[in-house]
């Protein structure tokens, strides 16, 4: 029977996964041409910390900013405190379509994170025009949704760190899981990762993880059938990745006067 769920289990990922690629290939198309990008940064971090503070899953944090980008992308808005409102009713509209219902923020509780006066009618505005902006397709895949699947195969018995056999295969998994996550978080405070499908910024990620830790090769030919990417498809995504790594890196290892 374990035999089984195994075979289903991995059936379903790959459904999942073909599904996520195909959405994927109907996302908006996306202009970076908001005259408003000077607040994206804000945003994107006001809404990290309310998504933390609210417990709600990474995934929806990702989920609702590809919303606000898209938003933005086709709507200028006269206050700053209109894109607070917009940005807390991205994350809004996203838990509701993805979150437990026990963890979906209440609207009393978005209006204290949202530093504005407005009231119930103003939330279910915005919340309407985010829906008519994406023309009703909710369903946006994003970067961390890639992620679960294309981890089942990020070692392969191929795979070397520094030369020798992987043995603790667990272990290496999660140390790419760590790094992985941080290249989908510096993904997504940039904008200009839109100009690259979710699933390539996801494999890019992993490549750059697998590069951080000194594995052989960066990207063997298991991951290429799994993702569907060579490493060429990767390489302006994986530099653009460790170009501002590099630079976290020498920031944090500037010492204090």
């Given at each position: 029977m374990d035999g089984e769920n195994v075979v289903f289990e991995h059936w379903l990922s790959n459904?999942?996964?073909?599904?996520?690629?195909?959405?994927?290939?109907?996302?908006?198309?996306?202009?970076?041409?908001?005259?408003?990008?000077?607040?994206?940064?804000?945003?994107?971090?006001?809404?990290a910390v309310i998504s933390e503070s609210l417990k709600l899953t990474h995934g929806i944090l990702h989920l609702a900013v590809s919303y606000l980008d898209y938003v933005m992308d086709r709507f200028e808005f006269a206050k700053s405190k209109q894109l607070q409102l917009l940005a807390v009713c991205?994350?809004?509209?996203?838990?509701?379509?993805?979150?437990?219902?026990?963890?979906?923020?209440?609207?009393?509780?978005?209006?204290?994170?949202?530093?504005?006066?407005?009231?119930?009618?103003?939330?279910?505005?915005?919340?309407?025009?985010?829906?008519?902006?994406?023309?009703?397709?909710?369903?946006?895949?994003?970067?961390?949704?890639?992620?679960?699947?294309?981890?089942?195969?990020?070692?392969?018995?191929?795979?070397?760190?520094?030369?020798?056999?992987?043995?603790?295969?667990?272990?290496a998994k999660q140390y790419i899981k760590k790094y992985a996550c941080y290249f989908l978080e510096v993904a997504l405070q940039e904008h200009s990762f839109n100009s690259f499908r979710p699933s390539l910024i996801t494999s890019s990620s992993l490549a750059s993880s697998r590069q951080c830790m000194s594995i052989t090769p960066i990207w063997p030919d298991h991951l290429v059938e799994v993702t569907g990417y060579e490493f060429s498809h990767l390489e302006d995504c994986i530099d653009k990745l460790m170009c501002i790594h590099k630079d976290d890196e020498q920031r944090s290892n500037v010492k204090e006067p």
């Open positions: 459904e999942i996964h073909s599904v996520l690629r195909s959405r994927e290939m109907n996302l908006p198309k996306y202009k970076g041409a908001s005259p408003q990008l000077c607040f994206r940064r804000f945003l994107v971090d006001k809404l991205c994350l809004w509209v996203a838990a509701k379509l993805d979150e437990k219902d026990n963890i979906i923020p209440r609207l009393e509780t978005l209006k204290k994170f949202s530093d504005t006066d407005y009231d119930q009618d103003d939330f279910l505005e915005m919340e309407l025009l985010i829906m008519q902006s994406l023309d009703w397709r909710l369903l946006l895949p994003t970067t961390v949704q890639f992620l679960d699947h294309y981890l089942e195969h990020v070692i392969g018995e191929d795979d070397l760190h520094g030369g020798y056999k992987i043995t603790a295969k667990d272990k």
